[in-house]
């Protein structure tokens, strides 16, 4: 057999295996294959800087375990500013040589990335199942996702220095863009993989350098993508990833003055700690952050519809999704018999090993995550709400909550004002729009909110007066890459997709030519 560092993927067990117990055996090889190709003899998960694999310097690990059953993966590099020094200098380094090669170069080195990406999605989405828990059915899809995001940037990267003629009567003006600089990229652990590209693969098309800070409850998928990067040829120090807790190794990145800009995907107060530690750098930042999301239906909507979008949009994986639709405001009218249908649904969802392909909730990252959402599960009652169905699962192991109901809810609870972040959605009444409305804003959030009505002037008028960044009208969430991706208040600043990724990892310049004599002040004259 061929060594793992040669066969790229897991194996050819990867299209085979069709089991649960089999598909967890081949993620199991697919880890200890990461492990070995990355060259790691002592079992430890490492940083890639400059092109090499290495430990932290001050030789520190932490553990990543397996929500799926709690056993360890592996150790990971627990690096500190030491180590994020070392890579921010080898990202401002390669910058000057990536910044200027051909854009179609870029480009064919990131669409050789991209078929790299597609070529091992079965481990990617392998490796997301064994480290983050989510359910296997979603991971493919979010895989090739990735290769996706890839595509749809590198695609692009010629075109996105193009600026603007802005003429006058006596000079042209036009703009064009330049790369701002090595980056800092810091993801979570929900969809780690998709999630890493989507902000890694417009940065590095525009031609920046990436400094890649992953979640430390999730970081293999990371280790794939540094690896596959490698492979596909990106000089070193074009990706460089550096492990670690988000206190040490996060903040470092976060004030290092080699760095130009912070892309950051997580929670809200993460969000402001990063604004505290970049102002002394001023660090350009983009946040994508919490969401608390309305899924409002009107009485003339199509209720099959609107329901079937609504137990998608909360259920899916694991409710660990920012976009979530976590609180369903109903005209009174259909409250009952929506919340009843529900209820119903959500009781038939299949609950368990997120190995098995039929299964629609796995189990929660982390046992400080089901903490949580217990807190909120027991708070929701105490505050009054009727927990209908769900709860926590224990006797399907560690880690499970069922796909939770509450009715009953008011806006003032925390249940309906706070990101929960797992499968548990909120059920409120509403009398008429002014209401439904007032609901729906009524929280600190803004990134999605869905409205489903059947009267076209409603839902324009509707959408309108929606604080989200993104509105869906008879719709789940469906994305169009080109289209901006982001939230206001406090889920996030600044907006990805298409053009819009660009404008951030890039500087605007505009150069002024004057066409003939133009009258020059004389001073001094
Ligand atoms: P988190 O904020 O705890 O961690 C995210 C990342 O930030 C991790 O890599 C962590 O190590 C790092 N970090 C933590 N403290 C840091 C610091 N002081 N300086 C620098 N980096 C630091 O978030 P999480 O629990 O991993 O993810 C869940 C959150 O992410 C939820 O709130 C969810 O809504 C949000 N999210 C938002 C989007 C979006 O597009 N808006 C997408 C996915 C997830």
Redesign the pocket.
Known sequence: MRPAAERGAAGPQVATATSPAELRAVAERAVANLLEQVGAASGTVLNLIDGEWRPAASGATFETFSPVDRTVLAAVASSDAADVDVAARSSQRAFEKWRRLPANERKSLLMGLADLIERDAEEIALLEVIDAGQPLRFMRQAAKRGAENFRFFAERAASARDGLALPTDQQLNYTGRKPIGPVGV?????TPFM?ATWKIAPALAAGCTVVH?????APLSAVKLARLALEAGLPAGVLNLVNG???SA??A??EHPAIKAIA?????V?GS??MA?GAATLKRIHF????KNPVVVFDDADLQRALDATLFMIYSLNGER?TAGSRVLLQRGIYDEFTDGLAARAQRIKVGDPFDPYTEVGPLIHPEHLAKVTDYLERGQREGARLVTGGRADDLGGGYVRPTLFTGANRDMSIAKE?I?GPVLVAMPFEDEAEALAIANDVDYG?AAYLWTSDVARAHRFARELDAGMVWVNSQNVRHLPTPFG?MKA??IGRDGGDYSFDFYMETQNVAIALGEHAIPKLGA
Do not use: D, H, M
């Open positions: 810091i993801t979570p652990w929900n999630l800070k992953p979640a430390e409850w807790l988000g206190e996060g903040k990145l976060t950051f995907v997580g929670e809200s993460t700690r990063i530690q994508e952050l919490g969401g920012c990101e972040f990134l939230g889920s996030g």
